[in-house]
């Protein structure tokens, strides 16, 4: 059920002020919350509560803690700590006075993501590229392509094998099978033959390794034989997910690299100090001079090229202006024209071109660039460096919050620097 509005009392409390009266106005985090257009998020929101059931948090202190715990890089547990004892989190939230006690359980915010879903929280990363005015909208952006690395171990085949064999234990207990051996006691030894032996013992190693394999199948194939027909069909993904995983081999496509995440992808990206990155392919699009984000799409393991159809549909419907120019790096060579929005790669110059068009392009394409940095701050400061959220939509919620929060840092951070250009332009003046 839907929070009830609190009544609009313009009156203060007879023993003491406001909480906004005591803080600081000019505070950028106070100034990002009298933008935000509060009324939209609560409206637009609205039919995806129930009319029936105990009532929910409002809608603004929900949103406004998910804005906080990307802005500030914040786990679930820890942005309520930080709530109950900041009192600008408070005043942003909307709250009149200051309050003791946590906001919300830290699992009210799973249950929130899922309730606004991919759709809702594209429309606040859309509120935060508004904000900025038109400087968001320009006929021509820059577009690249980044990993978001998944909250999962380096897999290995042994590895993955090892934790199937626990989960065939976790299944056999849940569902009272007897199983016709556990393996218990061989893991152990087995485990530590493949951990400590010495490498001239290789043959033994391998010997280890290959009785894993042979392990977790016997333990599946029990399990299948036993389960009712109604707990094999209730139990027929998992399965499947761990016969898969016990039996690919290196060249296999489609490979899985975690039980809990099997939709994880193994991506490379040419970088010296990691070759390979388990996540899923993001693409971003950013106004030519500026750096504000007004596209960021999944591309799952995607060629380059086939994100951009769905990347500059994205960035049309936020600004409301499709670009006339996309400058890319050579991965997305293919592509020249995609929806009338003409594909600038970078390539030898022509026999005609003249000495102003090589150093126009040259210009531009340097620009392109600029949003290398702006895909690093956006790992590193606001938790894209690491997704914690479960499957794929987890992937889409966390890629919008995330550029949302850094256009959001960014209006902030260009209020904080015109108040301090002003407050010095007039101390000039006093002294002049």
């Known amino acids: 059920m839907k929070a009830k509005s609190a009544p609009q009392i313009s009156q203060g409390t007879f023993l003491y002020p406001d909480l906004i009266d005591q803080l600081n106005p000019k505070d950028p985090l106070l100034l990002l919350a009298a933008r935000i257009p509060w009324d939209r998020l609560e409206t637009e929101f609205a039919p995806l509560y129930s009319e029936r059931g105990r009532p929910a948090k409002p809608v603004r202190l929900m949103a406004g803690l998910l804005l906080l715990k990307q802005l500030a890089n914040l786990s679930d547990e820890r942005v309520v700590e930080e709530w109950r004892q900041n009192p600008c989190f408070q005043a942003f939230c909307g709250m009149k006075a200051f309050q003791w006690q946590l906001p919300c359980e830290p699992s009210d915010f799973c249950h929130f993501r899922k309730r606004l879903g991919e759709k809702g929280m594209e429309k606040i990363f859309q509120i935060s590229v508004e904000i900025h005015g038109k400087q968001a909208v320009e006929s021509e952006i820059v577009v690249d392509t980044t990993v978001q690395e998944k909250n999962i171990t380096f897999p290995t085949d042994t590895k993955l094998r090892v934790k199937v064999i626990a989960k065939c234990w976790k299944i056999a207990m ?252 007039q101390c000039f003046m006093a002294s002049a």
């Open 174 to 425: 849940r569902e009272n099978l007897v199983l016709r051996r556990s393996y218990g006691r061989e893991i152990k030894k087995i485990l530590r033959t493949i951990r400590f032996n010495h490498r001239k013992n290789a043959k033994l190693r391998n010997s280890a390794i290959r009785r894993v394999k042979t392990t977790a199948n016997a333990l599946l194939n029990d399990i299948a034989r036993k389960l009712t027909p109604q707990a094999r069909e209730a139990l027929d993904k998992e399965l499947q997910i761990h016969s898969g995983a016990v039996n690919q081999k290196r060249a296999d496509k489609n490979k899985i690299y975690s039980l809990h995440e099997p939709e994880v992808f193994c991506i490379g990206k040419g970088k010296e100090h990691k070759k390979y990155e388990f996540g899923n392919k993001v693409a971003f699009a950013q106004p030519l001079t500026d750096g504000i984000i007004v596209g960021a799409q999944n591309a799952f393991n995607e060629y380059d090229g086939n994100c951009l159809a769905p990347l500059l549909e994205q960035v049309e419907t936020i600004t409301g202006k499709r670009p006339v120019r996309a400058y890319c790096d050579r991965g997305f060579r293919g592509e020249s024209n995609v929806g009338g929005t003409k594909i600038e790669i970078p390539d030898v110059p022509g026999k005609h071109s003249t000495t102003h068009s090589k150093r126009k392009a040259q210009s531009k394409f340097r620009r392109r660039s600029s949003v290398e940095a702006v895909i690093s701050h956006v790992k590193h400061d606001f938790r894209m460096l690491r997704n914690y959220l479960k499957g794929t939509a987890g992937d889409t919620i966390n890629l919008l919050l995330a550029a949302a929060a850094f256009n959001f840092n960014k209006w902030m951070r260009a209020t904080a620097l015109a108040f301090f250009v002003s407050f010095y332009l």
